[in-house]
């Protein structure tokens, strides 16, 4: 069975730091990312790892996340720095398994499997 459980929410003041994590069990991934969802926001992209083992980060977290990655514990962390009260969401992780569409490895557009999710709460 598949499970993503992740960790290291919490509420800070604003310029401050967080470091999730998200354990990965019942499957190893290549495949991971972090996302988050504001109340009454659409979900979107935070950082992640990508089929090529690059990491991408949305343009409001570059310069201030940094995601790692361990591939004996099946983990993806995310530390963020600079905190904002924007930063506020519900930070999900998400995992999929690489498939080879003939010329590369890619990773699938929608990830198949989802943790619960950790708060993350910025107060200015």
């Known amino acids: 069975q598949v499970q993503l459980v992740e960790s290291g929410g919490g509420s800070v003041q604003a310029g401050g730091s967080l470091r999730l994590s998200c354990a990965a069990s019942?499957?190893?991934?290549?495949?991971m990312g972090w996302f988050r969802q504001a109340p009454g926001k659409e979900r979107e992209a935070v950082a992640g790892?990508?089929?090529?083992?690059?990491?991408y980060y949305a343009d409001f977290a570059k310069g201030r996340f940094t995601v790692s990655r361990d591939n004996v514990k099946n983990t993806l962390d995310l530390q963020m720095s600079s905190l904002k009260p924007e930063d506020t969401a519900m930070y999900y992780c998400?995992?999929?398994?690489?498939?080879?569409?003939?010329?590369?490895?890619?990773?699938?557009?929608?990830?198949?499997?989802w943790g619960q999710g950790t708060q993350v709460t910025v107060s200015s």
């Open positions: 019942g499957l190893s991934f290549i495949c």
């Open positions: 998400a995992a999929d398994l690489r498939y080879y569409n003939g010329s590369r490895y890619v990773c699938p557009h929608e990830y198949k499997y």
């Open positions: 790892m990508d089929a090529d083992f690059s990491t």
